[in-house]
């Protein structure tokens, strides 16, 4: 994470995520990188040695709460506030790690539906593109199957070997059945520093609506909202049809003329530098 920081930086200023995903971040002792304009969890791998580990950033305008998992996998969780309420976690499962079904079924148990589940789960399996099965992969169909999940891989390829420039699916991305169709899933076209494709889950959950304006009371101009005021809320709007409606109109009006506004753009990351 810290090597491809500004990389990761650039992927926000291009895509403006709510919440980011990252596996082997190599944080020791649960430490983690800020990341402006986002709020971070994290969960470092077992040890002293800086290798795996989980980060979920969540972006500061998205309401969230975190959730206490009990595993010893190294796994995070937040209840998100979005056009739904969510659950999302992140999972990082080594290729060394023994695990077994019952770590994965329990991890699943303490999450509240409806849930996204996004990591390298090192799982092989041509149901999500791969070329080649392993014991891992015949383990994540049996979790899917059982509990009725459904998967958001396209079969597009998630990792690039370096040195023999082979390529597999070993991450997956995983929900709960009612918002199967609520997200697209794709690739970055660039491996960004890493050997894994960043993976994009677009999705119509997020509410696009433009922030609310905002009166800027310390900038208004109150001499000239008391002149106005004063020649054109005069007693003649009480015996208007709609004496209410008039009187809230004709005020709003002098305020608009008086006290300026904030924007209604939407939330945006900060600019990052132009040079990379």
């Known amino acids: 994470l810290r090597a491809n920081f500004e990389e990761l930086r650039l992927l926000c200023n291009q895509y403006n995520p709510q919440i980011v995903a990252v596996q082997e971040c190599q944080l020791r ?13 994290t969960k470092s791998s077992p040890g002293d040695n800086a290798t795996g580990g989980v980060t979920l950033y969540i972006h500061k305008s998205v309401l969230f709460s975190e959730i206490q998992l009990d595993t010893d996998l190294q796994a995070v969780a937040v209840r998100v506030s979005a056009k739904k309420t ?3 976690c992140n999972i990082y499962l080594p290729p060394s790690l023994d695990v077994n079904f019952s770590d994965l079924e329990h991890l699943i148990q303490q999450l509240p539906a409806p849930f996204v589940l996004v990591g390298d789960l090192n799982a092989h399996s041509p149901l999500w593109g791969d070329v080649r099965q392993d014991s891992r992969g015949q383990m994540i169909e049996e979790l899917l199957n059982d ?8 079969g597009e390829p998630t990792y690039r070997h370096h040195s023999h420039h082979s390529f597999s699916v070993p991450d997956v991305s995983i929900c709960d059945p009612s918002l199967a169709l609520e997200f697209d899933w794709l690739t970055h076209n660039d491996l960004c520093g890493s050997d894994h494709f960043p993976i994009i889950l677009k999705t119509s959950l997020r509410d696009d ?6 009166w800027k009371f310390d900038r208004a101009d109150w ?7 004063a020649s054109r809320l ?5 015996l208007s049809e709609d004496p209410v ?12 003329q008086t006290i300026p ?10 600019k990052v530098p132009w040079f990379n």
């Open 209 to 214: 609506e433009p922030a609310a304006e905002h």
């Open 261 to 270: 506004k904030s924007h209604t753009s939407k939330n945006k990351l900060p």
């Open 223 to 229: 001499m000239s909202f008391r002149t106005l005021c």
């Open 147 to 154: 509990y009725n999940l459904c998967l958001l891989n396209t």
């Open 86 to 88: 969510l659950t999302v």
């Open 234 to 238: 005069s007693d003649e709007l009480a």
């Open 245 to 256: 409606a008039q009187f809230t109109d004709t005020l709003i009006e002098i305020a608009n």
């Open 29 to 41: 002792k649960d430490k983690i990188i800020n990341l402006t304009g986002f709020s971070g969890i």
